[in-house]
């Protein structure tokens, strides 16, 4: 069974950094694209950043490039995201999804980490 | 940036009827369309892929079609487990990008 478990969410002021780490388990994490997805408060949702199985690859939206970056450690099964600079509209929900191969689609996703960008 | 528009944002439907959820792109896509479907405090489930493919243990009452600009959601019969906030999202051109949503509601 494919399980995707967020952590690293929490109350960060606007400007500060926060690291969301996401630990994959039932699949071959090394051969597996991963992307992070957003949804803000009773909005819809925004596609973040993905990263190739490698690592090699990464592709952002535009609104957190610069900003936010995305890794990996395929020896420990685990994706990241650095979301830096955070502003008020950064508050969301952060899920993790595991990216369907052959396709650009997530077929397995986790709980997600709420980030909350307050003063 | 590829705009995805859903309508309708709301769609009441009794227990039992079918409902059809459309989904628009601003740019041909092919057939490079997914639908998710999202129930209150859970993550998004991948319904459909390819426009018209269901994913692993998806009902057979959920069927997609449309290709190019324009794709089409249906679910015959709706369960109670049914009414939900359903996504498309397109892959053909970065960024990714999602439409707004279709909240499915009980009439």
């Known amino acids: 069974e494919v399980q995707l478990v967020e952590s690293g969410g929490g109350l960060v002021q606007p400007g500060g950094s926060l690291r969301l780490s996401c630990a994959a388990s039932g699949l071959t994490f090394r051969n597996s694209a991963m992307s992070w997805v957003r949804q803000a408060p009773g909005k819809g949702l925004e596609w973040v950043s993905l990263i190739s199985g490698s690592g090699d690859s990464t592709y952002y939206a535009d609104s957190v490039r610069g900003r936010f970056t995305i890794s990996r450690d395929n020896s420990k099964n685990t994706l990241y995201v650095l979301l830096s600079s955070l502003r008020a509209e950064d508050t969301a929900i952060y899920y993790c999804?595991?990216?369907?191969?052959?396709?650009?689609?997530?077929?397995?996703w986790g709980q997600g980490a709420l980030v909350t960008v307050s003063s | 940036e590829i705009v995805m528009t859903q309508s309708p944002a709301t769609l009441s439907v009794s227990p039992g009827e079918s409902a059809t959820l459309s989904c628009r792109a601003s740019q041909s896509l092919g057939t490079n369309l997914a639908w998710y479907q999202q129930t209150p405090g859970q993550a998004p489930r991948l319904l459909i892929f390819g426009a018209s493919s269901r994913a692993t243990g998806i009902p057979a009452r959920f069927s997609g079609s449309g290709s190019g600009a324009e794709f089409t959601l249906t679910i015959s019969s709706l369960q109670s487990e049914d009414f939900a906030v359903y996504y498309c999202q397109q892959y053909t051109h970065w960024p990714l990008t999602f439409g707004g949503g279709t909240k499915v509601e009980i009439k």
């Open positions: 999804a595991h990216v369907d191969t052959g396709t650009i689609t997530f077929d397995y």
